[in-house]
């Protein structure tokens, strides 16, 4: 139903929850609380972390604006026979709603010495003991209590929402029924209920996820016919032996597989996993030198333009001599420069295209695709790399990733391809030494960045924002501009680069520091995919603790890309013994196991997934076992249910509907 048929939801509101991106019913109801508040009334204690404790208002508040964004409220209140201070910030709103006589519910911290309660929040309804209060993610313009009557007004239609769970699993499992999970979820009374409700949601919640996953590969096995290419080996070793270094064993491996996948009649559906570093990108260029062998076109798709021109060079470099056309198609080109791209590609004229989204736009049209590679994979959605692969008819495909995940977990979410490791790095190169420091710390920093611009080297320096509030103490994109400028009397170039300029002014930035005209490029965390400059010997990353240690990993991995000794600087306030990690290992996938145990799924890729793995209430760690059953589950649900091409359940019916794209 639409969500502006349920009392309480008018305009304003459906505004606010469109930004929220809840735009259904099923939305609302699996928005779920983040965590839950239990109000336990205690008496003034000045030993306790937070008190909760009812009060009368024994005098009108008087408020303090301190400085932007930061105001003080000041009131007596009678607390158990005592009239104590109040203090709190930032609530300078609620002054009409305290008025002398009025009973409250203080939450805060009370210092005894002092007679002085902290408050952290201030409740004005009746509160009953021991009552839970659900607590969601919010924007500006709604409140916790808003959300909360809007979803206990949603709850009234709770039934309309699809249950998920098979029958014979509910009952196997003695899950209670999709709107009582939902009502307790909202609304729990006590912890055993809650525990029952959780259950039921994360495992409808992964078992839809393998069935998807465990459906692409049925649906992908069932019609498993693929161009069987007669290609030489002697020729792909002979290209290999010409350039110039040896692969590892990984990368050597890695083409093994890409060539047996290739030269059979079965469609390649394989991805490469490996570290930063690790050399994936090569390993895939040989696919495409395998793939032209046999008269075949490649594409090979990246999320950035950036990343793209950086793929385009590389291959003009290693292709154009062999006589293999190479070109290129992003958003920013003119108009004029597309056109010509689009028809060299439809009439066969280019060999090997590499590109962003602008591959998958309409009227974008191959003579003979056969390969395409989609690098960062996890930053496309399946629908954005299927429509690449249906450019072309029985195409191969092959996925690459450099965001390393624990290797279990790896089999399980990417069960419907086959996938190849890469952990050894290539010879000659580095451990890169990282250092935490701390901000006051940053003399010490900035003599060694002297060093390494008198050795002719660059350096890398990230910050968490393009730009911030005034009085914020996180560092931004132009405060470290200016900072870095005035450390260096303004006699080292200082590059700026960030997801706000235009492309044109990117490409010209990375550019100028490609060729070393610029020496200290202060970027936000768009280098941290794919760029390559092996002159940059130094990354310092500022506010390192606001960043989850597989984005640091990523972001470290843009140096020691040479036979130099590198160095990552973490510049942080808080929080250092979780960076200690990151001192510890250059491994990505111990890095990432460090990352799961520390902060749980998180965002697991650094990124918000585009519709393939976002997890509204299931944790691929903690609930890891749950999502080994699930997997199993699927496996023989699809077994059962869909090897006479029919299912019975509707639900089921409809998510492969909405699959239909992979025909």
Known sequence: MELGLIKGIGVKYLEILEKMKIYTLDDLLTYYPFRYQVYR???????????????????????????????????????????????????????????????????????????????????????????????????????????????????????????????????????????????????????????????????????????KINYLKYKYMANNVGVSRNVDYAKVKEFIEGLGFTLTIDQQQAVDDIYTDLISDKRMNRLILGDVG?????????????????????????????????????????FEPLGIRVGLLVGSMKKREKDAIVKQLASGDIDVVVGTHALISDGVEFSNLGLVITDEQHRFGVNQRSNLQNKGHLCDVLYMSATPIPRTYALTIYGDMDTSFIKTKPSGRKEIITVVKKEKELK??????????????????????????????????????????????????????HGKMKAKEKEEVMGEYKEGKIKI????????????????????????????????????????????????????????????????????????????????????????????????????????KILLQTKKDAVKFIEDNIGNGFIRYRVYRKIMKSMAFID
Do not use: W
């Not at 911290?109 to 003991?129: P, Q, W």
């Not at 900035?446 to 008198?454: A, D, P, Q, R």
């Not at 918000?608 to 890891?624: N, V």
């Open 41 to 211: 009334l205690s008496s003034l204690d000045g030993t306790k972390v937070s008190v909760t404790v009812k009060g009368i208002i024994e005098s009108l508040p008087k408020t303090v604006f301190i400085r932007k964004n930061l105001n003080k409220m000041e009131f007596r209140c009678l607390v158990d026979n005592l009239v104590v201070k109040v203090v709190i910030f930032n609530r300078a709103f609620m002054k009409r709603y305290l008025t002398v006589g009025k009973e409250i519910v203080l939450i805060g911290k009370y210092d005894e010495k002092k007679n002085l309660l902290t408050a952290s929040n201030i409740l004005f309804e009746k509160l009953v003991n021991g009552k839970v209060e659900p607590v969601y993610h919010l924007i500006s313009g709604i409140s916790n209590k808003q959300l909360g009557s809007i979803i206990e007004k949603a709850l009234e239609y709770r039934n309309e929402v699809d249950d998920c769970i098979p029958f014979e699993l509910g009952d196997r499992y003695e899950f209670i029924s999709k709107g009582e999970a939902l009502r307790i979820i909202h609304n729990p009374k006590n912890s055993e209920e809650l525990k029952k409700a959780r259950l039921r949601l994360i495992y409808e919640e992964f078992f839809q996820f393998m069935f």
């Open 278 to 318: 690790s050399g994936k990108t090569i390993v895939s260029i040989i696919g495409m030198y395998i793939n032209y062998l046999s008269g075949m076109q490649s594409a090979m798709m990246a999320p950035t333009e950036i990343l793209a021109t950086q793929h385009y060079d590389n291959l003009v470099k290693l």
């Open 444 to 497: 010490e920093v900035l003599f060694k960045c002297l060093e390494c611009i008198k050795e002719g080297h660059q350096i890398y320096v990230v910050a968490p924002l393009i730009e911030s509030d005034e009085d914020s103490e996180v560092n931004d994109v132009n405060l470290l501009k200016e900072k870095f400028e005035m450390a260096f009397n303004g006699k080292v170039r200082v590059g700026v680069l």
């Open 521 to 624: 490029l202060i970027s936000t965390t768009v280098i941290e995919v794919g760029v390559d400059v092996k002159n940059s010997t130094m990354m310092i990353i500022f506010n390192a603790e606001r960043f989850g240690l597989a984005t640091l990993h990523q972001l470290r991995g843009r140096v020691g890309r040479n036979d130099l000794q590198s160095y990552c600087y973490l510049i942080c306030n808080q929080d250092i013994e979780r960076l200690r990690v990151m001192e510890q290992s250059n491994d990505g996938f111990y890095i990432s196991e460090k990352d799961f145990e520390l902060r749980g799924q998180g965002d697991l890729f650094g990124i918000k997934q585009s519709g393939d793995m976002s997890f509204k209430i299931g944790d691929l760690r903690r609930d890891y």
